[in-house]
Each structure stands twice: as C-alpha cells, then as structure tokens.
C-alpha cells in the first residue's frame, strides 16, 4: 500500500502529473531559480541546454536538501501549486508536459523519495482526521445560512438523475474526442449541494482554503468545524488502486459525456466509468481522498476492466458526505486571505 508506516518509495510520488508538480512546486519555493530553468525548458522543449541545466538543478546536493528541510509551509506551497495547476478539461500545460520527461523524472527521484516522508510526518495523509473536520464557505459575496446537514438522500437522487440525462443528451455531441467540445468534466458528486470538509491544521482553519481546484480567487471564508456521528463508515482512497476499486464496485457508464474532456486530459478514448454514489451511500457515509490518494491518483488514466476512469475535480484531504452523519461542532470562524505569495489566510472567531 502506497505511504505505508508514513514513508513513500518516490516512483508512488511520481506516477501522478500532481505529485510531479508537487516535487516541483517544493523545491522551487525554496528556489526561485528552479522554477526559472523549468518555465524555460517547458517553453522551448527542444533546447537541450536549458533541459541539462534544469536536471543539474533538480539533481543538486542543495535541492535534495531542500526537500530533506522542508516543513509545513514548503509543503503546503507545492501542494498548492499541483492543485492550482491542475486541469482535466483540456491537454495538461507545458510544465506537467515537461515533468513526464525521463531526465527529469529521474532527476526528481531522491526529491521525492525525502519529500514523501516529511508529507507523511506533516498531515497523515493516508487517513481521515474525523476530529479536525471543517466546511468551507465562501462569503466573497454575502453572509450565507449555515451549512445544511440533511437531506443527502436527497441531493444525491437529484444527482444521478442529472448525471443519467447528462449522459443520454451527450449521444448528440461529436463522436470524434477531439472535437471542440467540453461538458461535466470532475468525476465527483459536484453540484449536488453534498458537504465537503476538510482537516484543519495549525495556523489555518481549513486546507480547502488554500487547496481548491479551479478556484475563483476568493478572499474570504467562513470555516463551521463539523463532528461526524460515531462510528461512521469512511472509504479511504489512498491509491490508485482504492479508486478503481470504488468504481468496479460501484460502476456509472459516463463515456459519452466525459468522452472529449477526458480524452484531452488522457489522450486516451473511452470507455469510461465514475462511481455512482448514489450506491456508494448505501455502504458508506463519507468518501476520503487523501492527499496521497491525490498525488497519485488523480489526473491520470486508470483501467476499469474493459474502460477506464479518471480521478477528475477532488481536492486533497477532501471528505464528500453522502448521508446526514454530520453535527454542528465548534464556533464557525471567519477567514480572510492576506493576498501574500505563497497564500496565507488569518482567522478571526466568528460573532454568530
């Protein structure tokens, strides 16, 4: 199992676009220059030059030392930067491009191997922290009601329901996966107003204020920290394998309407599968996925059988809710971004 006893062998980091990123994203908030020579080779991939300077960098006594140093906040900059460049509705950008090179790869392999186990000791990326749990709602706009903790059944009924007539629609849509076409692209229950949480970690009310896929900048937040119900049943996607699981067990044919977006993102033409979570909530009440779970899993094309599926819009750390086990906890707080680079947010305890 990948990040077994806390500590990952650096092929488990690398097999995904997002781990590569992060290996990047670490050393370079550390060293600027790093990020200089890749913006460089990723621009111009047929000079050889730039490309034997980055690997000299990335091969570095001082960049295995980066990584071997790096605390928290190293940490949550290249998390950051693997989650803000992620993209599944179009071909991945010239920088994930150039991190599938095996010069590189090879040059990223001891960075990656030190990087796995200070990410380990840092978050426990391989569990749920059901004591840590936290909503985040946006608030750049007005004040919102607080999260409603009912009606999951629901939610998810008017989910596979839109699901299915998104998937029977799309036999209209080009057959050919390259055409100009782009639809429901995340293979999560998104949209179907479910909560989400994620931990809290020291000096920041939630991850998810600074781990958001395809966000829209915002600038302030309410965190409501949320208390499962004992004894809740929470599926871990840890690896690629606990998600392939999931849909072979739980399968929804999605190959017509995922069929350009994922293509693009995979080079890969269906078949394709996601979970149907509507049948997941019968066995489960929450779904993980664990920061591990994102480095490896998601973005990349994995086989289902006959089809494949793609791991597609989940953020790291985060937890989807699919049945009412979930209770106010503490005092919701406000949250407000200081704009700074890399991100930082200060909290201040709410009044509500």
């Known amino acids: 199992m990948l990040w077994s006893g806390g500590v990952a062998m650096a092929e488990d980091l690398l097999i995904g676009p997002r781990g590569r990123r992060f290996c990047l994203g670490v050393l370079t908030a550390a060293r600027p220059e790093i990020w200089t020579l890749a913006f460089g080779a990723a621009m111009s991939p047929g000079d050889n030059r730039l490309m034997d300077e980055l690997v000299r960098a990335l091969g570095s006594a001082d960049a295995l030392a980066v990584a071997e140093s790096s605390?928290?906040?190293?940490?949550?900059?290249?998390?950051?930067?693997?989650?803000d460049s992620a993209r599944y509705w179009q071909e991945p950008d010239e920088t994930d491009q150039l991190l599938t090179r095996r010069p590189v790869l090879t040059a990223l392999g001891p960075v990656a191997t030190s990087l796995s186990g200070s990410l380990a000791a840092w978050l426990r990326p391989s569990s749920v922290a059901l004591d840590r749990q936290c909503f985040v709602q946006w608030t750049d706009e007005h004040r919102?009601?607080?999260?409603?903790?009912t009606g999951a059944a629901e939610q998810l009924a008017r989910w596979k329901a839109s699901t299915v007539a998104d998937e029977r629609q799309a036999a209209d849509r080009p057959r050919d996966p390259a055409a100009l076409w782009s639809g429901r692209w995340w293979s999560t229950p998104a949209l179907s107003d479910l909560v989400t949480t994620t931990r809290?970690?020291?000096g920041l009310g939630a991850i998810k204020l600074v781990l958001v896929e395809d966000s829209l900048g915002w600038k302030s937040a309410m965190v409501w920290p949320l208390e499962p119900a004992s004894g809740s049943r929470i599926y871990e996607i840890s690896e690629p394998t606990s998600w392939t699981s999931l849909v072979a067990r739980y399968p929804l044919d999605v190959s017509l309407a995922k069929r350009h977006d994922w293509w693009r993102t995979t080079r890969v033409e269906g078949p394709w599968l996601m979970p149907d979570w509507s049948a997941v909530a019968a066995d489960y009440d929450g779904v993980h996925l664990t920061v591990a779970g994102y480095l490896t899993t998601a973005g990349r094309y994995l086989p289902v059988g006959q089809s494949g599926t793609v791991l597609a819009g989940w953020n790291p750390d985060e937890t989807y809710w699919?049945?009412?086990v979930l209770r106010p906890g503490t005092a919701p707080a406000e949250w407000y971004s200081?704009?700074?680079?890399?991100?930082?947010?200060?909290?201040?305890?709410?009044?509500?």
């Not at 200081?338 to 509500?352: C, D, F, M, V, Y």
């Open 338 to 352: 200081n704009e700074s680079q890399p991100r930082t947010w200060t909290g201040n305890a709410s009044k509500l």
């Open 322 to 324: 699919l049945n009412d």
């Open 71 to 83: 605390g928290s906040s190293e940490l949550l900059t290249g998390l950051a930067d693997a989650v």
């Open 200 to 202: 809290s970690i020291t």
């Open 144 to 149: 919102l009601p607080p999260p409603s903790l």
